[in-house]
C-alpha cells in the first residue's frame, strides 16, 4: 500500500510540473538553459538568441546569453503575479534546440525579506523629482561608484570589506562600468579577472564564457537559506559572508554534474552574501 501510495504521489508530482512548468516570485530574477543542437565556429556572432516571454497582450523579448559550450542562458524578472509562456527563437532557424516549444512560467507573490523584492523595480516618480518602487515606496538613491568592481582590481576580499563599510554608511547603489574603461588603452592586464578578459580579440568579436565564471548572489534579512542554482557540470567553491564583518562564515568545495545545485547557508542574523567560484582543473 505504501508503495502505491509513493507511486501516485510521484505521478502527482510530475502532472503538476508539466501542467504548470517552471516557477518563480514576482520581481525575482528567473534563469533558465538551452542547449543548441548545433556546433558553432564563434557562437557569439555566428547566431542571435532571443527568448520571448508573454502574459495577455504584454510580451518582452529578452535576449540570451552565450555560456559557453553548446548552452544558452536567459534571466527575466517578472513584475507580475500570474502565468507566463516563453519560447526561445534565435537566428539559425534550422537549430531545433534553440527554436523551442513554447512553455510556462508560473510567478508568485514574492515572500522574502529582500526589500527590493518586497517593493519592486525602481521608477521616476510621477513629480519627477524621486526614485520610486514600482508600488510607490520612496527609493533613495546614494550611489558608490566602483567602476572597476568587475576585474581584478578589486580583490574577493576588497569586495568584502567594501560592502561591509558601505552598508554601515547607508549607502543603496553601487555604480559599476560593464565595458572598457576610459581611462585604460584596450586590453590591459587590470581588466582580468578570475576567469581571464571579457574579450579575447581587439575587435571583440570573440568573447571569452569563462570570464563570468564566478557567481555572487545577495540575501538580505532571514536566519538560514537554501538556494537552487543551475549550473554546469564542473568543481566550485561556495563561500558565505557575513556582511556586517566580511569573514567567509562556511566555505565548502562541490563536484557537480550539472543542473541544479543546492547550497545551504550556515545561520545568520542579518544578511549575507553567497559567492560561487569554478575551480579549474
Known sequence: MK?????????????????????????????????????????????EVDVVFQQGE?????????????????????????????????????????????????????TGKNPLLQHGFLKVSADKRHFEHADGTPFFWLGDTWWKGLCKRLTWEGFQELTADRKAKGFSVVQLV??????????????????????????????????????????????????MLDVPAGRYRAEWVNTLTGNVDKSEEVTHGGGALTLSSPDYTDDVALRVKVIKP
Not at 11 to 35: H, I, N, R
Open 3 to 47: 508503495r502505491t501510495s509513493a507511486i501516485v504521489l510521484g505521478l502527482c508530482v510530475l502532472m503538476q510540473a508539466a501542467l504548470y512548468g517552471a516557477e518563480s516570485a514576482q520581481w525575482e530574477v528567473f534563469e533558465t538553459s538551452f542547449e543548441s543542437a548545433k556546433l558553432y565556429t564563434n557562437a557569439f556572432v555566428d547566431v
Open 58 to 110: 504584454k510580451h518582452w523579448k529578452v535576449p540570451a546569453f552565450w555560456a559557453g559550450g553548446d548552452t544558452w542562458k536567459v534571466r527575466f524578472a517578472p513584475p507580475a503575479q500570474g502565468q507566463y509562456t516563453y519560447r526561445v527563437e534565435c537566428t539559425d532557424k534550422g537549430n531545433t534546440g534553440l527554436n523551442g516549444k513554447q512553455q510556462t512560467l508560473q510567478v508568485a507573490a514574492y
Open 178 to 227: 560593464c565595458g572598457t574603461y576610459p581611462d585604460e588603452g584596450l586590453f590591459q592586464p587590470g581588466w582580468e579577472n578570475e576567469g581571464g578578459k571579457p574579450y579575447e580579440t581587439r575587435n571583440y568579436s570573440v568573447v571569452n564564457p569563462k570570464s563570468g565564471e564566478a557567481y555572487a548572489i545577495y540575501l538580505h534579512g532571514g536566519k538560514q537559506a537554501s538556494l
